[in-house]
């Protein structure tokens, strides 16, 4: 089943199953604004998946990953689609983004 949320920006996080060996929970935090995680806002609605292998992120472009907390934030929402199955998290949806020539480019590396 796929759940809608309309909301600006999305926290993902984790905690370790039962045990070490078990899969583990995936929180996902909902926000009404961009950043979250800068200002110390609280989430407007959290979920909470147990036994979890992956979370997947479809056609979201502006992704950001913190190894300080090791959580994923997403900005820049119109909508979240969210689908749970077989143990995996998909989350796709719509994001307002500035314009391409506004975005950071970052040279080749080799």
Do not use: C
Request: aromatic fraction near 6%; charged fraction near 30%.
């Amino acid at each position: 089943m796929i759940n809608h949320y309309k909301i600006k920006s999305v926290v993902i996080s984790r905690k370790p199953g039962k045990n070490k060996d078990m899969l583990w929970t995936a929180f996902i935090g909902l926000f009404n604004e961009n950043n979250p995680h800068l200002k110390g806002k609280e989430p407007v609605h959290v979920l909470e998946f147990k036994e979890i292998e992956k979370v997947r992120i479809k056609e979201l472009r502006n992704v950001s990953y913190y190894l300080l907390g090791n959580d994923i934030v997403i900005n820049n929402l119109v909508e979240l689609d969210i689908d749970v199955k077989d143990g995996i998290v998909t989350l796709t949806g719509k994001q307002d983004l500035p314009p391409e020539s506004k975005l950071k480019k970052i040279p080749n590396h080799k």
